[in-house]
T-cell receptor
Framework: GENVEQHPSTLSVQEGDSAVIKCTYS??????FPWYKQELGKGPQLIID?????GEKKDQRIAVTLNKTAKHFSLHITETQPEDSAVYFC?????????????FGTGTRLTIIP | NAGVTQTPKFQVLKTGQSMTLQCAQD?????MSWYRQDPGMGLRLIHY???????DQGEVPNGYNVSRSTTEDFPLRLLSAAPSQTSVYFC???????????FGPGTRLTVL
C-alpha cells in the first residue's frame, strides 16, 4: 500500500518568513495530493491540493509543488502570519475520487513566532 | 448546511464498555470515513463506506464496527473498549466525483 512520509515534525519560523513542509510517497500510481490544516481542537481542513498532471499550484500565500519523478511534494507558505500556526498534514490518493484510500503523513506542527 | 457533525465531543469509558460514536452529514455525500488520530501517527483509516449499505475495512479496523443504513449517518461502534482505543476520532465525508474530504470536529475518547 501507499506510504507517505512527512518532514519536519515540528517547525518554528519568524512571522513574515517562509515555511516549507515536505512529503514523499511510495505509490507511483497516486495521482491526488491534498494538504490539510488542523487548528487546535478542530478537524483537518483542506487548504490546497494538486493533481499529478500539474507541477505547481498557488493560492495567495500558499503554494504546492509536485515532483512525480522523485515522488515528493511540498507545501510553501510565504509571509507567514500568527494564524498560520497549526498542524499541517499531507496526503496521497490513488484513484479518481472518493478518498476511501487516502493515506496521510504524520503531520508537521508549525509555530509562527511573533 | 451543518456539514459533518459528531457526537459526543468527549467520552470516558472503562475497559470492556461499549459505545457508539455518531457521525452525520447533510451534504448528500456518498463517501464517509472514520479515522483515528494518535500523536506522531497522523490520521489512520478505520472503516469507510462508498454508499448506503456498503462498508469496508481501512488500515486499523480491529475492535470497531460500522454500518451505513442511510446516506446521512455513519456510526462507529466499539463493542468492548480497550485502553489502546484511547484516541481522537474523526469522521469525514466526500461527494461523489470529488476529492475534498470534509472532516467533523472530532470525538476525544479515553478508555481507562
Amino acid at each position: 500500500g501507499e506510504n507517505v512520509e512527512q518532514h519536519p515534525s515540528t517547525l518554528s519560523v519568524q512571522e513574515g518568513d517562509s515555511a516549507v513542509i515536505k512529503c514523499t510517497y511510495s505509490d507511483s500510481a497516486s495521482n491526488y495530493f491534498p494538504w490539510y490544516k488542523q487548528e487546535l481542537g478542530k478537524g483537518p481542513q483542506l487548504i490546497i491540493d494538486i493533481r499529478s498532471n500539474v507541477g505547481e499550484k498557488k493560492d495567495q500565500r500558499i503554494a504546492v509543488t509536485l515532483n512525480k519523478t522523485a515522488k515528493h511534494f511540498s507545501l510553501h507558505i510565504t509571509e507567514t502570519q500568527p494564524e498560520d500556526s497549526a498542524v499541517y498534514f499531507c496526503a496521497a490518493l490513488r484513484g479518481p475520487s472518493g478518498n476511501e484510500k487516502l493515506t496521510f503523513g504524520t503531520g508537521t506542527r508549525l509555530t509562527i513566532i511573533p | 448546511n451543518a456539514g459533518v457533525t459528531q457526537t459526543p465531543k468527549f467520552q470516558v469509558l472503562k475497559t470492556g464498555q461499549s459505545m457508539t460514536l455518531q457521525c452525520a452529514q447533510d451534504m448528500n455525500h456518498e463517501y464517509m470515513s472514520w479515522y483515528r488520530q494518535d500523536p506522531g501517527m497522523g490520521l489512520r483509516l478505520i472503516h469507510y463506506s462508498v454508499g448506503a449499505g456498503i462498508t469496508d475495512q481501512g488500515e486499523v479496523p480491529n475492535g470497531y464496527n460500522v454500518s451505513r443504513s442511510t446516506t446521512e449517518d455513519f456510526p462507529l461502534r466499539l463493542l468492548s473498549a480497550a485502553p489502546s482505543q484511547t484516541s481522537v476520532y474523526f469522521c469525514a465525508s466526500t461527494g461523489q466525483g470529488d476529492n475534498e474530504q470534509f472532516f467533523g470536529p472530532g470525538t476525544r475518547l479515553t478508555v481507562l
